[in-house]
């Protein structure tokens, strides 16, 4: 990258892009039958990512105080989208993992905004060349996300733990 001049406009448009990001995400919530916030929403997301976690790694993962996670975790778990289990060789260990609900849900969702997603970039196709894909797809691992293909691989492993 050349002067700080195109460091701040590249910082600029992926601040925009984040807001775009995260309406797609509220709208496609909003159209969702199931009352959840963005932050229960993210939960969701991580268990379906991660697999079954244990309330402390879930709220280290968002960032948020284990209070808060636990309290965000109930909530969830009232409305039916998440369930604890024990672990078989420890009891004190608690993990939560999605429900069938719970996973229908993220599949809603995530399915409506790939829709939106493949209409903006099918409005911008000019746009889309090999080395703006490569960037989005160095910048998303280096926030840590998992690729589209490991996502669904591993909910596909977690579904196959359960029975």
Do not use: C, Y
């Not at 420890?90 to 719970?102: I, K, M, N, Q």
């Not at 996973?103 to 790939?114: G, H, K, P, S, Y």
């Not at 493949?118 to 960037?135: C, D, F, N, S, Y």
Request: glycine share 6%.
């Amino acid at each position: 990258m050349q002067p700080s001049t195109d460091r701040a406009a590249v910082v600029q448009a992926l601040i925009l892009a984040s807001r775009a990001f995260v309406g797609m995400t509220a709208r496609s919530l909003a159209a969702a039958e199931e009352e959840v916030t963005l932050p229960q929403f993210r939960t969701l997301v991580v268990l379906a990512v991660r697999g079954p976690q244990r309330g402390v790694d879930i709220a280290e993962e968002l960032r948020i105080n284990p209070s808060t996670g636990t309290r965000m975790l109930d909530r969830l778990a009232r409305k039916g989208l998440v369930r604890r289990t024990r672990s078989a060789s420890d009891r004190r260990v608690v993990r939560l993992r999605l429900t069938p609900a719970g996973q229908e849900l993220v599949d809603q969702v995530l399915t409506r905004r790939r829709e939106e997603l493949e209409r903006l970039v099918e409005a911008t196709a000019e746009l889309w060349r090999p080395e703006v894909t490569r960037a989005l797809t160095a910048f998303a691992e280096a926030a840590g996300e998992v690729s589209e293909r490991d996502w669904w691989l591993g909910w596909t492993e977690h579904q196959d733990d359960e029975g």
